[in-house]
């Protein structure tokens, strides 16, 4: 299976300020997606990092807050824009070679807004 | 995309064999089942996933039902480090994998 790089691994930010995660992969992959898990939570998908063209977000989640590019098929970041406490979570980005295999993920990016 | 509904929790022992189901009702012809184990501080890590009948690989077995409307992880002789959450998912390639997650079931394995 691939091997999936989160860059950072954990960081403390202050309110205010923007955060960009990398997500990177040892393989060209089809599919990309980003999530976010809150303590002791389940996982919510952010939104599906589309390859050349504008992500495509899930209900609840904006593109001037959580800003996505995927420049390639082995590359993504998701940028959290202008952090408040609320934003304090873990995000993982998600990859699938094909449509015909299943997803893994990377151990996450966990982020505290102080 | 159907949504799943788990046990919230279940205690085992070591050396037992763990039956997890999943709920599904809502199940689209065109859906996969596939189970998901997360342990504290990293991502899930993929287990098993399957569409119809028995499912088996070197890590579980997984059982669905002719109507496919549940299912159900086998996980033989757990240990100790099979502690974790499990997470069951329905997703159709139409949406491209697209995942949704549910609340998952914590396995308590004792020893």
């Known amino acids: 299976s691939a091997v999936i790089s989160q860059k950072p691994s954990r960081d403390i930010c202050q309110r205010g300020t923007s955060l960009t995660i990398q997500c990177q992969v040892d393989?060209?992959?089809?599919?990309m997606f980003w999530y976010r898990q809150q303590p002791g939570q389940s996982l919510t998908l952010i939104a599906t990092a589309n390859q050349g063209s504008e992500a495509t977000y899930e209900s609840g989640f904006v593109i001037d807050k959580f800003p996505i590019s995927r420049p390639n098929l082995t590359f993504s970041t998701l940028t959290v824009s202008n952090m408040s406490p609320e934003d304090s979570s873990i995000y993982l980005c998600s990859v699938g070679a094909d449509y015909n295999s299943p997803l893994h993920f990377g151990n996450g990016t966990r982020l505290t807004v102080t | 995309l159907a949504k799943t509904t788990q046990p919230i929790s279940m205690d085992s022992y070591e050396g037992q064999e763990v039956n997890i189901t999943c709920s599904h009702n809502?199940?689209?012809?065109?859906?996969?089942i596939t189970w998901y184990q997360q342990f504290p501080s990293q991502g899930p890590r993929f287990i098993i996933q399957?569409?119809?009948t028995k499912v088996t690989n070197e890590v579980a077995s997984l059982f669905i039902p002719a109507d496919r409307k549940s299912s159900t992880l086998s996980l033989p002789r757990v240990s100790l480090s099979d502690t974790a959450v499990y997470y069951c998912?329905?997703?159709?390639?139409?949406?491209?994998?697209?995942?949704?997650f549910g609340a998952g079931t914590i396995l308590r394995v004792k020893s």
């Open positions: 998912l329905v997703g159709t390639r139409e949406y491209g994998n697209k995942l949704v």
């Open positions: 393989s060209q992959v089809t599919m």
């Open positions: 809502n199940i689209a012809t065109n859906d996969y």
């Open positions: 399957g569409y119809k």
